[in-house]
């Protein structure tokens, strides 16, 4: 059983709904509101796939959004890789935890994430900018719940056709 | 449930291996960085991995796109019929104003010629439509549709219908980036129509404001003032409207004024934009112009290098965006990625900034700032009356502080 791989189609998936949730204009005052979507999802398959989603997965991720930003190239891909292998590093302990604690947990790797980008900014001399980077934070974790409800569906239902082929 | 999943169980060296992973993929990810900031090594692999991310982009767009399409083909007659009215009284109108273009622009020519300035030629224009996607929250970025497939290149100007948006900064092939005038990196070469006198306007990061921060205390600037694009420094043509002064303040104490304006462009509705393609050749020079300048040196000698040395007049920006999609890498990685770079700075040891360029003489006085301290090389020339045209000024001089155009990238 547990030699069986899940295919990785659910998270490429997945991760590019993020990728592109993460680019939908919003407002400019929504814009201190949007969720790191693509933080979150690769905390979240890191914490539960760990065989498919990790350090690398988060890189490419990472890439992917520092071109669709146009930011500094690695700038995001060096905080998800970070984020990612805490994530691993912590997987076991962080699955256990009731729902709550997942939460904040969730949210300090978020943060965790902010704060490594806001760094490589303020290191490139980029502008910083203000308010809006950490209320994203905040987002992210009032997201969070719902979108781990979403994606815990995700994977359920590609863990039961696995298991029904299998 | 959770933990009886296939892929649930820990990977055996996901405590170790896992570490050296780490260190691997952040050095890459450092390196990159590095490399990106610095040397602007990266602009083909940015390029590629640009074009493969397009299609999410488009997605992004794809629904945005259709309320366009919708809302033109389901419109009513009624509301065709009163666009299309409203359209033709603006293209007669407008037609109107032209026909006195060919005139005024031929007269232009001649007067040029005889101040042995090279002319100023006209622009090349090609459409294009903003990408409806969100960028950097805190770089005023956009994506275009169109990249170097459709011949559009870095280094070009953007315009909408009342002013200059920004240039575009990184060709994709079949589409591009584009940085605004309002992003903190960019840095706009103006001159206040209304006397002529020159600055720079850098964006603030606010899609409402530009400052000037170069402008000295004694600088005659006010309130409603038009500013338009001055053509130094070759990214943006001469003569588009890029803002107006909204606000000026002389704080005691300060050595500069702190002035903002409002760009003329919609920056934050524009859809469709216009980019500039300045025509590599003047059609038909003046003349008088080109030929007679090398050996004299009587009235300006900065112009001189430009007109002599490089075909090219430096009111287009030729020479920063020659084409092509390698070309990219050439203007970033050019030495003077500054405000007032390329054409004629480079040749010239720079004449001192307050050289007074010998057409201006009694008119400039009062907007000549005297002493203009060495940080404000583009308000400090004092100008001629009205358009003694960007050519006749002591650009040379870069102003260090000044961020042209996607300075750190």
Partial sequence: ?166 | MALSTPDSEPRLFSGTGAGVRLVVLVTVAIVLMVLDHRNQHLVQIRGLLGAALYPVQEAVDAPFGAVDWARDSLATRDTLVVENARMRAELLEQSGRLQRMAALEAENARMRALLESSADVGDDLLISEIVAVDMDRLRHRVVLNRGSANGAEAGQALIDARGVVGQVTRDRGTSAEALLITDPDNAVPVEIVRNGLRTIAVGTGDLERLSLPYMARNADVKAGDLLVSSGLGGKFPAGYPVATVIDVRGDSGEPFLSVSARPTAQLDRVREVLLVKPRAQPPEPPPAAPPADPPKAPVKPVVKPAAGAAPAPQGTPAPQAPSSPQALSAPQASPAPQAIPAPQATPEPPATPPTPSPTATGTAAESAPAAAPPAAPAAAPPTGDGAPAPEATPASPAPPPAPAGERSE
């Fill in chain 1, 1 to 166: 059983m547990s030699r069986v791989r899940m295919s990785p189609l659910t998270l490429w998936l997945s991760l590019l709904g993020a990728l592109v949730l993460a680019v939908v204009p919003l407002p400019e005052a929504a814009e201190g509101l949007r969720p790191p979507f693509v933080t979150m999802v690769v905390i979240y398959w890191t914490l539960f796939w760990p065989r498919l989603c990790g350090p690398l997965t988060a890189f490419i991720a990472g890439i992917a959004l520092d071109i669709l930003y146009g930011s500094l190239l690695g700038q995001h891909a060096l905080a998800l890789v970070v984020v990612s292998w805490l994530t691993l590093r912590f997987h076991l302990q962080i699955r256990n935890f009731p729902l709550w604690q997942i939460t904040v947990a969730a949210l300090l790797l978020m943060a965790f994430d902010a704060f490594l980008v806001f760094w490589a900014d303020g290191i490139a001399g980029n502008p910083t900018g203000g308010f809006a980077r950490w209320s994203q934070v905040a987002a992210g974790g009032v997201a969070w719940f719902p979108a781990m409800a979403f994606l815990d569906n995700l994977r359920l239902r590609a863990e039961n056709r696995k298991k029904r082929f299998a």
